[in-house]
């Protein structure tokens, strides 16, 4: 299957038409929640969808206030932690850590992440996901992020991973265990968040 983490409506429609324009079959998994449904910063203007709009692979990091090579920290993650990580980098006011979306993960696609980690190139890499570090994406892209740094911009850096622990479980079933994880793990992420400002 081609795994896929939509993170706006238009996302969500262009994975769904490229599926069906494509000229071979294979299937389309979509692994999004449902909050994302009910949040403002999801909905895509009309624009998003017309003639010369398309799927992407890579959703690039937004221009930054200061200058690509004064960018410290470049993060890549998928689907809603994104705006949790926009967020808490708004509210302290960090100006030099740059966030990507990865849209597609697999097959990975090297090319645009390639060209994403070109535009930062003083930057340290981090992969961020909310699920347990056994989980998620963090195994299949870990090894691909280092043949791309390695194989295509001859960048011998380590690639930092944020998130909750090993778990046996994505989820404890104890509500209030579980909101403690969550917070937990969001702690840690500021914590990484800030130790790039030192």
Partial sequence: PIPC???????????????VKRNF???????????????????SPKEDFLEGSSFKRVIPANEMACAAESVRRHIFCTGKIYYELIAELEMKGIDHIA???????????????????????????????????NMGAWAYVQPRFYTTLLRGIQRDIPVLYAGRKVNPSPATGF???HKAEIEEFMERSKQLLNSSMN
């Fill in 5 to 19: 983490v939509p993170w706006q409506s238009q996302t969500s429609g262009h994975a769904l038409r490229r599926q």
């Fill in 25 to 43: 079959r294979k299937p389309l998994l979509v692994a999004s929640p449902k909050s994302l449904l009910k949040l403002r910063q999801c909905v």
């Fill in 99 to 133: 966030v990507s979306r990865l849209e597609q993960i697999a097959p990975f696609p090297f090319d645009t992440v390639q060209e994403e980690l070109e535009r930062f190139p003083n930057a340290e890499l981090m992969w961020v996901q909310e699920e347990p570090k």
């Fill in 175 to 177: 509500p209030k265990q």
